[in-house]
């Protein structure tokens, strides 16, 4: 159920003091909050100790935990999510990195095979407390295989919860929740917007609930669904349609796995109408789980087609082409009206 991101902290008085914080930031904060509360905690990858990571995100963390808690990796992704693994199920709490969503092909077979499978494995005797952060999507002019999103990949297998945050605030709250999981968590971050603008965020320790979307932007025309980097132009496109009387509902899904099926379908019986918007590639995308979805548990309320505004079913581009793959607040106006005016 759609929520206001309240924080659980376990000290309120460390959550009312905050930082204005970027989303790298964020999740460097959260990082750090659970590594000095709890000593299980572990940081492993490449380049993650010494160098703090292709984007800063575990920057000081190696000088102030030292070499076994912040663990820099060979270049193998099988190996860091596989060894992973074996520490989780003796009672670890390690957060692997893996540098870019497009390096993590490697280490699939671990995740999908072995850390999502083993509580039913074991029937319960092992749990697999693990958190694997990569960074996701386009946007920032890097080469081939730096800008995949390939969340429906990993949506679609049982046992693994899928997390994307779009705000530095959700970012520690949602990376704390997903350390404190007992269950295999894929943490992905829209690196488009990880210094893109900032919030304040506590200093403390809180969560932000896993299966919980937030509703950013009230409406009662249409229902617009969306996560990670491309909240903000859907925001932005939502209060431009202001001014042609379409008054839109944008909700951030925030948890791809499991979803908010509950928000999904009572945002949609309220406008009866919807869209969907992500970067990844529209076939086989998630915006066609949610439209079935709507389908299924709201169909008698549907007014119009559920629009999908998203990536195109290719390669994702090089530099020169880049800015028009992306759904930008243009194209998401476009795709919001064909719904609105059916």
């Excluded at 905050?18 to 460097?28: C, D, F, G």
């Excluded at 549907?302 to 998203?310: D, G």
């Excluded at 880049?322 to 930008?328: C, F, K, N, S």
């Excluded at 009206?337 to 059916?342: G, K, Q, S």
Aim: proline share 7%.
């Amino acid at each position: 159920m759609a929520a206001e991101t309240e924080p659980n902290s376990e000290s309120a008085s460390d959550v009312s003091e905050t930082e204005n914080l970027t989303l790298v930031q964020a999740v460097r904060d959260g990082l750090q909050t659970e590594m000095q509360r709890d000593d299980d905690v572990v940081v492993m990858g490449e380049d993650v100790g010494k160098n703090g990571g292709v984007f800063r995100a575990t920057e000081g963390l190696y000088d102030e935990f030292g070499e076994n808690r912040v663990i820099d990796t060979p270049l193998a992704e099988s190996g860091i999510v596989g060894t992973a693994i074996g520490m989780a199920a003796y009672g670890m709490r390690p957060v692997s990195e893996i540098q870019f969503m497009g390096f993590i092909y490697p280490a699939f077979d671990q995740i999908v095979s072995h850390a999502a499978r083993l509580r039913t494995r074991s029937r319960g005797r092992f749990t697999c407390p693990l958190v694997v952060r990569a960074p996701y999507g386009g946007g920032i002019r890097a080469p081939e295989h730096h800008s995949e999103s390939t969340e429906a990949m990993f949506v679609h297998q049982p046992g693994l919860k899928v997390v994307v945050p779009s705000t530095p605030y959700d970012t520690k709250g949602l990376l704390t929740s997903a350390i404190r999981s007992p269950d295999p968590v894929l943490f992905l971050e829209p690196k488009l917007i990880y210094r893109a603008f900032r919030e304040d965020v506590p200093t403390g320790s809180y969560e932000v609930p896993l299966g919980e979307a937030a509703i950013r932007r009230e409406g009662s025309d249409i229902s617009v669904y969306t996560w990670g980097a491309m909240t903000r132009p859907t925001l932005e496109a939502a209060e431009n349609l202001t001014e042609e009387g379409i008054d839109a509902e944008v909700v951030d899904l925030r948890t791809l796995s499991p979803l908010d099926e509950e928000t999904i379908v009572e945002s949609f019986e309220k406008t009866g109408r919807a869209a969907v918007v992500h970067e990844a590639p529209k076939t086989g995308g998630l915006g066609a789980e949610i439209t079935a979805t709507l389908q299924e548990e709201a169909l008698l309320y549907q007014e119009a087609p559920v629009e999908r505004i998203t990536g195109f079913d290719t390669p994702f581009p090089l530099y020169a082409l880049e800015d028009y793959y992306l759904p930008e607040p243009a194209r998401i106006e476009d795709g919001i009206r064909n719904a609105v005016e059916f």
